[in-house]
């Protein structure tokens, strides 16, 4: 296969990869139950449990995001437990979904796209409803390019309620802060793909004493993503099935980056960054998604499609005439909005680009503020 050049891929995720991480995904193989992958993957659970600010368990699977917050539903409800699930976008819904469709009673708390969600709204429910077990939240909602107030929310759902939190941190961990032990999130699962700048592949999911209480009587089925199989052979410096060891390699160097860096400093340039997509957007005479910046994402910003675009177009000649790759909509918003991700190994230079590119592509689609 021919190599591909580089883009400019300022979508949510995947995200690029530095060429020395790349490099590092080059080890060779070895036995994943063996001394040199205990070692690793011993390391790499030590530094993950740093990045999420807990020291709770942190387990490591081979699976998409997806697949860490399936798993955090399988292994603390059973089928008809009551369940809040407050959402405001696509990837809300998602998890919504999810633990419908493994049998809990989910009652859905929708707010509108673009908006946060309202913790007193979560109050209220809570307050109605006291069967309810747990609560589920998507901290960073990649859809709209909002950032919901997970600290507030954490102190209703647990220090009023003491409700079990499961949270979506795909977007967000790594990149956003989201102290897992200070803020009392039982489970927080996120991707390889997104803040740990290597590609698809592994989930990771921190898990509460109070969680793993819960995992105890849950009666959802599950087999790949049993947590309790997965901590069990991680004493054993191993995974349950097997890894996906060259992700691994790369995630190594890629906690180092971070650790070394400092988390503080990770994510103020993550703030940066994001300050200047949103203003380079409205001095474009664009319109944001997210009326209220206090809760504008600093990982991905979602822009208003103006009316007389045709959205296919413009996204197509982004990336043909500019080698820039920006995503659009999704759901119900898919015809509305464009996105631009600026989350993991992204520089001001790759948004000046972006800046640039829009510049010149949007008075060729018929926009002229």
Known sequence: MQRMTPQNLRVPGPTPIPSDIVEAMTNPMINHRGPEFHALIDKATEQLKQVFMTKNDLLILTASGTGALEA?????LSPGDRVLSATAGSFGDRFTDMAEAYGADVKRLEFEWGGPIDPGAIRKVLQSEPKIKAVLVTHNETSTGVTHPMEEIAKVVKGEFDKLLL???VSSLGCI???VDAWGCDLVGTASQKGFMIP???AFISISERGWEAQQTAKMPRFYFDL???RRFL????TPFTPNLSALYGLSLALDKLLDEGLESVFGRHAGIGQLTRDGVRELGLELLVADESYASNTVTAVKMPESVDGKKFLRLMRTDHNVVLAGGQGKMSDDIFRIGHLGHVTENDINGVMAALKEV????????
């Open 72 to 76: 955090s539903l399988v292994n603390t």
């Open 167 to 169: 949270v979506d941190a």
């Open 177 to 179: 802060p989201l102290p």
């Open 200 to 202: 698809p592949g592994l």
């Open 228 to 230: 309790a199989e997965a």
């Open 235 to 238: 004493k054993q410096g191993q």
């Open 362 to 369: 949007l008075p060729e689609v018929g926009f002229n503020p």
